[in-house]
């Protein structure tokens, strides 16, 4: 129960702390008796956000009220609290959420309160060494954020928090655009800010957002946003290197990368963002070096070189490559057996196939075929050979015995066509039973 007197917010009216709104000029006060407004953090076309105390845990915190009848602009505000509710817990760049719920068909939304100035509050333009900290900080979130398929869609300065004394150093905010994987865009977007295909209503990715952080990254590094950049200089952004002649060439290259309009050309995701930041670009011509315009010596934001994020990044990102394993397998013993049987047979070890040592699975090991020869006389020695004459005699003997009666018979009574088939049988297995002294290893 509330005990003090308050003070209405907008007219400075004394209030008794059991009324809910101002008797002057009408704003409310208190919420579900334990919510009192403090001030006016912000307010939009969707509504407004507060500044509160919760007197009952005595904590500040923000409530965000939708003053939007439509079905779908109350939607939004639901949809965040969803978003916020599952993974706010694991994400310390998203805001806790505590509370949500529906009256006189308004919704609120109770949330932390992120205390630090929002980045177009801060002083432009930004040194780069400061800008390229806050892009390195905001693609690890982004990456992470695109990891559970959560596209923001709404990256500007005023959804970004500079909160040197917090968890994370940059707080993103207002998620009420996000949405889970890819996405028909909607109306409500920041054109100063907005990749091109979700002005015109295309589906957006993880890309989207990108071209959503560069256009931030550009505007405080710059002082001013791409869309006006272009419009200022006939069409065409201009290199951030105008604008400040110590931009390194890293930066703005990977700003410019992912700045372009067609999303094929930009990096595919956070991860390839953040390799572009310590590569150094291609040459294209030489260089060429412009007085800066507005350029401040000393960045208005301090650097604190010092200070890691609870999930620290490491560039650049090694290829991939897999282990070798030493595991041996079947066709290993195979190559093993005919090695020794190839030592069993020849006479000179030297001659034997090898296995190469140096291949490894997955590869087959590979063994030398060619100097396996098996038929070889070499292979075969003295002893084979005379086990060969002696077939082939043998077999000489057993063919006159068996054809050379019935081929006298023949003759005799002088049966050509029998004597012929007879001659012609002899001749077939006389090549076979040389065939086979002629190659033993079979």
Not at 179 to 194: E, H
Request: net charge neutral.
């Amino acid at each position: 129960m509330l005990v003090q007197a308050l003070t209405c917010y907008y007219c400075n009216t004394p209030t008794p702390p059991d009324q809910r709104s101002c008797a002057v000029c009408g704003n409310i006060l208190i919420l579900q008796e334990r919510y009192q407004i403090v001030c006016v953090l912000g307010q939009g076309g969707f509504g407004v956000v507060y500044e509160a105390l919760d007197v009952r845990l005595n904590r500040r915190c923000a409530i965000k009220r939708v003053t939007a009848t439509s079905l779908a602009e109350q939607q939004l505000i639901q949809n965040e609290a969803d978003i916020l509710a599952r993974h706010a817990s694991n994400f310390g760049f998203m805001p806790t959420i505590y509370d949500v719920w529906v009256e006189q068909a308004q919704t609120y939304m109770v949330m932390e309160y992120i205390d630090g100035p929002s980045l177009d509050q801060t002083t432009l333009p930004w040194h780069p060494a400061q800008v390229r900290e806050f892009l390195i900080e905001m693609l690890v979130n982004l990456s992470r954020l695109h990891a559970v398929h959560i596209i923001h869609r709404d990256i500007k300065p005023q959804n970004i928090k500079y909160t040197p004394q917090g968890r994370h150093i940059y707080m993103l905010l207002d998620f009420g655009l996000a949405r889970q994987g890819t996405a028909m865009s909607v109306k409500a977007m920041s054109p100063d800010y907005a990749p091109p295909e979700q002005v015109q209503g295309l589906p957006t990715d993880a890309r989207s957002d990108l071209y959503s952080l560069a256009a931030t990254a550009y505007h405080m590094l710059t002082g001013q946003a791409p869309l006006q950049a272009r419009i200022q200089a006939g069409g065409y952004l201009p290199p951030p290197h105008q604008f400040s002649h110590a931009t390194p060439p890293a930066l703005e290259h990977a700003l410019l990368k992912m700045l372009e309009p067609e999303p094929d050309k930009r990096p595919l995701h956070a991860r390839a963002a953040l390799a572009l930041l310590d590569r150094e670009p291609p040459t294209t011509g030489p260089t060429i070096h412009i007085q800066p315009m507005g350029y401040q010596a000393t960045p208005t934001i301090p650097v604190n070189r010092s200070r890691r994020t609870a999930h620290p990044y490491k560039l650049p990102i090694p290829p991939y490559q897999p282990q070798r394993t030493h595991h041996r397998t079947d066709e290993h013993e195979l190559f093993d057996s005919m090695n020794e049987l190839a030592e069993t047979f020849q006479d000179s070890p030297q001659a034997v196939g090898r296995i190469d040592p140096t291949l490894r699975p997955p590869q087959l090991w590979q063994i030398e075929y060619s100097k396996l020869k098996f038929g070889s006389k070499r292979k075969a020695g003295l002893l084979g050979q005379l086990m060969s004459m002696f077939t082939l005699f043998i077999g000489s003997i057993f063919l006159a015995s068996v054809f050379m009666l019935p081929l006298a018979i023949a003759l005799v009574n002088e049966n050509v066509a029998f004597f012929l088939t007879l001659l012609f049988i002899c001749l077939i297995v006389y090549a076979m039973l040389t065939r086979r002294s002629k190659s033993p290893d079979k």
